[in-house]
């Protein structure tokens, strides 16, 4: 009996982990969930199907209306309507010199299916990405085809345990350097005191050398043949 309780216990333990585990990886994510600041980006919006008798017919994603993007594409996918709201900025941006009055509020797709068991990526070229902030949230909302809606919009607190439905985060992390230096094979040549090429006449005093050193072998050589030659006459 005791044996029993514990193996029902071991089992019970086994399955809460898996289904906990199915839940936290089962939600709406950005892939890959990083990129650069002040940059351009092609995102993938991950959507798994966690249902097993329904299917996903459409996501909805809202872009922060405080983090607004200028330029926003979604790849075209088969099978999929895809369909951009744009909104009036308060404020207008300028890009690559020209002012901009509106940025995308909103990124729907319908039309399609994703089945139980499956997922699907959604691919938007985004840009430019802000450079005064350290992650974008896309508040997302899931339908399925029995009417059911799931809204994956609640954000994650510093230091608190994920939500129940956390909405996909982008992480924006440190723009590359402007690479300033040179490798060392490309910098310039080091000059002495005269302005001669450093380099170049190090390698030619090695060549010196080395010529040097050949010539003594080959004197060396020289005079041991003749002393032989000197000694089978004898």
Avoid at 65 to 86: A, H, N, R
């Amino acid at each position: 009996m005791k044996t029993s309780r514990v193996s029902f216990a071991a089992a019970l333990a086994a399955g809460t982990v898996l289904v906990l585990s199915g839940t936290a990886f089962a939600h709406v994510s950005v892939q890959p969930g990083d990129a650069a600041k002040g940059g351009y980006a092609t995102i993938n919006f991950k959507v798994p199907n966690e249902r097993d008798n329904a299917s996903t017919t459409q996501l909805e994603v809202n872009f922060p209306v405080d983090q607004p993007l200028t330029s926003v594409m979604p790849q075209d996918i088969p099978g999929w309507t895809v369909t951009v709201e744009k909104s009036k900025l308060d404020k207008p941006l300028t890009v690559h010199g020209k002012q901009v009055n509106e940025a995308v509020t909103k990124v729907t797709w319908s039309g399609g299916k994703i089945e139980p068991g499956k997922f699907q990526q959604f691919p938007v070229s985004v840009g430019k990405l802000p450079d005064n902030a350290d992650q974008m949230v896309f508040k997302a909302i899931q339908t399925y085809d029995n009417n059911e809606v799931v809204r994956w919009i609640e954000e994650t607190k510093p230091g608190a345990a994920e939500p129940q439905n956390p909405a996909p985060v982008l992480k924006l992390t440190a723009a590359p350097a402007a690479d300033g230096h040179h490798d060392d094979k490309n910098a310039p040549a080091a000059k002495d005191d005269k302005g001669h090429d450093e380099a170049a006449a190090s390698t030619s005093d090695t060549t010196a050398r080395a010529l040097g050193v050949a010539g003594i072998v080959v004197g060396l050589g020289g005079v041991a043949f003749g002393v032989a030659s000197r000694r089978r006459a004898s």
